[in-house]
């Protein structure tokens, strides 16, 4: 007992030290992410130490189970390193939200024939109508003299209703003879047709906040910089949230990424183009010969392409436009191995991170594709481990006892987890990251694999999104890897249970390969969930908080969509569905709507909260009016992001998505008999 007590004060000392200081500290200062960066770090050292000395170096050289060991030491190293540069990147911090506005200052002082000229490029292959309207309504609504912006439709589908719709709302309609290079070469094209000093990007799904020129455009009063990149948030749930049941309670999967890791990124000068939502400038563009082509992820290599002639791109963390999500998983898959192959690519070109002139030794290291070449390989090895041991018998290191692992590894899961709820306090769970990490593994793999070997082989596909997007289906692959690692890990941890049936010795490395199988079961039996794909509104309501009125009756709107409303009136009022009704909502002129259906509900948790009534209109805006509901639920004044994550919630939603509602109504008459 006193040995297990010995072998947890690093664990305590973590615990303290987190507890103690770090709870106390600010993560918006650099010098505070800095030690405790170096914290973690240092004990991730002493545990890969460790690992080499007690665990790797004294197996002995007798079969299969020796390379086998060194094998997965290597993985850790590359997980190490992975870790590392995430470490370095998380180190510092920088918020430019003050920087812009002390520049907007002084850069809209001067008069409006003196401002930039500026072309906002939509480059668009085979979105519906539905897609883009949105995004070239919020486009020619930009809070910006309208003498100094034009909006340019790139359409590579040379579609004549688009065309049409856009001379209807005073956007460029371009057009090119062939799709060569695809959205590098669509946008090369619009440099041809247009002459703004500075060039907006927002993809075909994406619609700009009224006053993102505003924000973005000071920041190039410094000659130095290229590119302004702003962050990407959504108006839609993306698959594996809606597929886990967390659509209220788990934020998207690139939160993590946009809220915390590029303004990290960009406190360094490394930060990178994302493509939509971001603004360049035009000679920085000319510099380098327009949007490069070699790779399907031309705003990486425009970024890199860039630092060789000195343009750097600058990162605003602030939520200036809102997007389309990816719709279903094969949309998801799509976008995903894009930029991973991508990100590949650029080991291979001249302007990349390994060969591009005019890049620091830094630059070179942290622009290299480490986290797409890792971090499946590590996925892959933590999950199969447990059931290589219970069916081989091969262990993954030399092991010495219990004591030694408690004593070493927990200190360093311990400090990461204690990190990372520090550091991204609502971006980040440890086993429904690890689920979805799982669940993209068996998908994404292959592409890292490939790319590696043909790097150029697969042309570049568009995400499928938009109301031509209903390809919802069971991800039977996806699944079948994952059932075939959870039969083999329950089969072996049960084998190896019962004495008669055990195929590896009884020893002190037994019960910490009991306890990760298990874990490795419920990260597993998660993802999975992901594979059963339920359907994604393609116009998800925004939540709202406003005045309305319908039919001379006051309330509040709770739920706003381009078709429906959902209006919030008290008890007491008498109502009769199936009328036609006009409504009033500020910013839009009134239109008339349909009021179908009427529902009650209590508003919070104790019965005497309040009751209410729910008036549901549903309507079809055409014109001025469509226009105005538009900019009005897209440009700004709504958010779907998920400020707080209630981790209750969170478990209550994956343990109902589970055991499904049959499951619930059973539980829930139990215990009202109870």
């Not at 075939?484 to 089969?491: H, M």
């Not at 009016?625 to 939603?653: C, F, N, P, W």
């Amino acid at each position: 007992m006193v040995q297990y007590l010995v072998a947890l004060a690093p664990t305590f000392l973590v615990g303290a030290f987190f507890l103690i200081f770090v709870q106390g500290w600010s993560r918006y200062q650099t010098w505070t992410r800095t030690v405790t960066c170096a914290i973690v770090f240092a004990v991730a050292v002493r545990y890969l130490w460790w690992r080499l000395t007690d665990t790797v170096l004294p197996y002995p050289d007798d079969g299969l189970d020796f390379y086998w060991v060194w094998f997965l030491y290597g993985i850790e190293l590359l997980a190490f390193f992975d870790i590392t540069l995430f470490l370095i990147i998380m180190s510092r911090y920088v918020d430019r939200s003050a920087q812009a506005d002390a520049l907007a200052i002084e850069f809209f002082r001067r008069p409006r024939q003196e401002l930039p000229t500026v072309d906002v490029f939509i480059p668009t292959y085979n979105e519906p109508l539905d897609v883009l309207e949105r995004t070239i309504i919020g486009a020619l609504g930009l809070y910006y003299p309208q003498e100094r912006l034009k909006v340019y439709v790139l359409d590579d589908l040379r579609r004549d209703w688009l065309r049409r719709f856009c001379e209807e709302k005073g956007a460029i309609h371009v057009t090119r003879p062939d799709n060569a290079h695809a959205k590098a070469g669509n946008m090369n094209n619009g440099l041809t047709v247009s002459d703004g000093e500075f060039v907006a990007v927002f993809d075909a799904d994406f619609v700009a906040h009224r006053n993102f020129l505003r924000r973005t455009l000071p920041f190039f009063t410094d000659p130095s910089i290229g590119i302004v990149q702003t962050p990407q948030h959504f108006f839609n749930r993306d698959p594996v949230q809606i597929n886990l049941g967390l659509e209220r309670s788990w934020p998207d999967e690139q939160r993590l990424f946009f809220d915390e890791m590029a303004a990290s990124r960009d406190a360094w000068d490394i930060s990178f183009c994302c493509g939509s939502c971001s603004i360049t400038r035009r000679a920085a563009l000319e510099a380098i010969g327009g949007f490069p082509t070699e790779s399907i992820t031309e705003d990486l290599l425009t970024t890199l392409t860039m630092l060789n002639k000195g343009y750097k791109t600058r990162y605003l963390n602030e939520r200036l436009s809102i997007g389309l999500a990816a719709e279903n998983l094969k949309g998801y898959f799509v976008q995903r191995q894009r930029w991973c192959q991508g990100g590949i690519q650029t080991l291979f070109v001249h302007n990349g991170p390994l060969r591009g002139p005019g890049l620091s030794l830094f630059q070179h290291i942290m622009f290299l594709p480490v986290s797409w070449l890792v971090q499946y390989f590590v996925r892959l090895a933590i999950l199969t481990v447990p059931a290589v041991y219970f069916w081989t018998g091969y262990p993954p290191l030399f092991f010495t006892e219990v004591a030694d692992l408690v004593n070493h590894q927990l200190p360093v899961l311990v400090a990461y987890f204690l990190l990372m709820h520090w550091i991204t306090p609502t971006r980040y769970l440890p086993v429904v990251s690890s689920a979805v990490g799982a669940f993209s593994t068996f998908r994404m793999l292959p592409t890292v694999i490939s790319s590696l070997i043909r790097p150029f082989g697969r042309p570049f596909r568009v995400t499928p999104k938009g109301s031509s997007n209903v390809d919802n289906r069971f991800d039977g692959y996806t699944f079948a890897c994952l059932a075939i690692l959870i039969a083999a890990t329950a089969l072996g941890l049960v084998i190896n249970i019962i004495p008669e049936w055990a195929r590896i010795p009884r020893g002190e490395f037994s019960p910490v390969a009991i306890y990760w199988a298990l874990v490795n079961l419920v990260v597993l039996v998660i993802a999975s969930l992901i594979c059963f794909e339920k359907t994604n509104p393609a116009s998800e309501s925004l939540r709202a908080d406003e005045l309305a009125r319908f039919g001379g009756i006051a309330g509040r709107a709770v739920s706003l969509t381009l078709g429906k409303a959902v209006v919030e009136i008290p008890i007491e009022t008498d109502v009769e569905t199936g009328k036609v009704v006009e409504v009033s909502l500020h910013g839009v002129e009134p239109f008339e709507a349909e009021l179908r259906a009427v529902t009650m509900r209590t508003r919070g948790r104790r019965r005497d909260a309040g009751s209410f009534k729910y008036g549901h209109l549903h309507y079809d805006l055409t014109g001025a009016a469509r226009d105005q509901m538009i900019m009005k639920l897209y440009t700004g004044d709504y958010s779907q992001d998920i400020e707080e994550l209630r981790r209750r919630t969170v478990a209550a939603g994956l343990f109902s998505r589970t055991f499904g509602p049959d499951y619930q109504r059973a539980w829930g008459a139990k215990a009202v008999r109870n």
